[in-house]
């Protein structure tokens, strides 16, 4: 008898296996194009694009970094930090939303969250921003309650949508026949959230998509 694939627990080289590979290929795109930039300005024939190149080469640079500073704290936690300052989680998330079609509506009460909410502040919001490839709003909200922190992430616009492989990620499910890029993301929320006692949710409607989750403060 095999069991259902949707229920096999990932094991942790795997699951870091296909995080490390969503990463490598958030930041391969800037860097192709800054290479890109690069060849352009050493082209001898195409000197009358080194504007466009340089503009290439700096939009880039600076994608390339947000993605890098947002990465740190979503996936890494940054080192040994405990407690991170609500506003500078609000300028990671800026920073990433800057390359999106989503504006972010930012609406965190705490002044500072533990370690777990950070990650949670961050990684649902960038997945209600993806939620809205043609544009939208996403709305991230949190307020302490007792002793957690509700989070609540509303993504609304045209055509708002959450793949099959990120719900089943939320549910602490296999991607099934979905793309592992999309659905590792959300299993990893599900476990970290798990490991800190707390539940993540997600519900979806038209043109609505809605991520929320308590973590204990």
């Not at 509506?105 to 997945?127: H, I």
Request: hydrophobic share 50%; with cysteine; charged share 25%.
């Amino acid at each position: 008898m095999t069991e259902d694939a949707a229920t096999i627990p990932i094991r942790p080289a795997e699951l870091a296996a296909f995080l490390a590979a969503r990463m490598c290929h958030d930041f391969i795109s800037p860097a192709s194009a800054i290479v890109s930039g690069l060849d352009l300005l050493e082209d001898p024939t195409a000197q009358d694009m080194r504007e466009d190149a340089m503009g290439l080469i700096a939009a880039s640079a600076r994608k390339l970094a947000d993605l890098l500073a947002f990465s740190r704290v979503a996936f890494g936690a940054s080192a040994s930090a405990e407690t991170f300052d609500a506003r500078e989680l609000e300028k990671l998330a800026r920073g990433v939303f800057g390359h999106m079609r989503a504006e972010l509506d930012w609406q965190v009460e705490p002044a500072g969250v533990n370690k777990p909410a950070a990650r949670t502040l961050l990684n649902l919001a960038q997945m209600a921003g993806a939620a809205l490839p043609t544009g939208g709003s996403a709305r991230v909200r949190a307020v302490e309650e007792a002793a957690s922190i509700a989070i609540a992430v509303e993504a609304t616009g045209p055509r708002a949508r959450l793949r099959p492989e990120v719900l089943a990620g939320l549910r602490g499910e296999g991607p099934g026949e979905g793309l592992h890029g999309h659905w590792v993301q959300a299993r990893y929320v599900n476990l970290f959230v798990g490991d800190a006692g707390g539940r993540v949710f997600a519900d979806v409607a038209e043109e609505r998509v809605t991520l929320a989750a308590t973590i204990p403060a």
